[in-house]
């Protein structure tokens, strides 16, 4: 028998260490990790709320968290399946796994499948079965729907917010609480928030959407007015939504100040955006809402009423 099968030289040794590194940061990005981040936060935050003025079930918020991450893990696996040749035309994307060939499609499927498949058994065993009907339908929503809906329609943007403003749901349920006002309130707040978010993205990269064959409402909008007014129309429709905690009666005055003003500071840069049309403005409405969404969840922590 050949040495060097058993006893590779250093050589060697340092191609298999380089090795490991990469298929870890190729698997980050296959299933979006750093994304998936905020679909656990939301999800944390729907199962404090509803946990809010009672015993914390830290063993059932640990199983909620995790079910529902390995499904928004498969989810992105599926997601990047359906949309390599989309990916391979675009300079952002182009080095992901599956684009660049690094990783075969069948080991991203079965990634995708089994990580989605777990997610959901595991939710319907440790959580409850509402938890993992919801998140088998974020599933289906999110690759079925939206996924192929990004080559068809503008549409998209709103079918793909859904998906998104499930999880702090998923956390509410997964601690006890039915679909009342509450949950569909935190429905509410994460799909109005994610569409100035998604609007400036898309307008900041509009050319590559357009060159890759996606149908963004930025596509074509090089002013930014229009991507603009969208933004600032979904602001200000969050902001009067915000007020819905004060009239139903489970928020108190902190939010009832505070979530319609963070709204209205989001509609502010969003009007200005549309008027000058600057890429600097553009990157401030998209890295406040980023701002927005941690700030806002934590307010709503403290003015939630039990």
Not at 281 to 298: D, G, K, Q
Request: aromatic share 12%.
């Amino acid at each position: 028998m050949d040495d060097t099968l058993t006893n590779p030289t250093p050589a060697d040794d340092d191609s298999a260490l380089h090795v490991i590194p990469g298929l870890r940061q190729d698997l980050m990005v296959l299933l979006k990790v750093r994304l998936n981040f905020f679909v656990l936060v939301t999800t944390f935050f729907g199962f404090l709320l509803c946990s809010r003025g009672g015993e914390i079930h830290w063993m059932k918020l640990v199983h909620t968290l995790l079910g529902t991450a390995a499904v928004a893990f498969g989810s992105a696996a599926f997601n990047q399946l359906m949309e390599v040749d989309l990916d391979a035309r675009m300079k952002r994307t182009a080095d992901r796994p599956l684009p660049s060939r690094r990783m075969d499609p069948l080991v991203a499927f079965g990634i995708g499948w089994i990580l989605s498949a777990i997610g959901i058994i595991h939710l319907a065993v440790q959580v409850g079965h509402l938890a993992a009907y919801l998140t088998a339908a974020t599933v289906a929503i999110y690759v079925f729907v939206y996924t192929p809906l990004k080559r068809v329609s503008s549409v998209n943007t709103l079918v793909g917010a859904i998906p998104g403003a499930i999880p702090p749901v998923i956390g509410w349920v997964g601690a006890g609480g039915s679909i009342g006002v509450e949950a569909w309130f935190l429905f509410g707040l994460l799909f109005l928030w994610q569409l100035p978010h998604f609007v400036s993205i898309n307008w900041l990269f509009r050319q590559e959407y357009e060159s890759a064959g996606y149908k963004m409402w930025s596509n074509g909008d090089q002013t930014g007015r229009k991507s603009g007014v969208l933004s600032a129309s979904f602001s200000l429709v969050l902001a009067v939504f915000s007020l819905l905690p004060m009239v139903a009666g489970f928020a108190n005055l902190l939010w009832s100040i505070v979530g319609p003003l963070l709204a209205f500071l989001m509609m502010a840069l969003a009007l200005k955006f549309s008027r000058d049309g600057e890429r600097t403005s553009a990157r401030r409405l998209f890295f406040f809402t980023l701002l927005y969404l941690p700030v806002s969840l934590l307010v709503l922590v403290l003015a939630w009423k039990y």
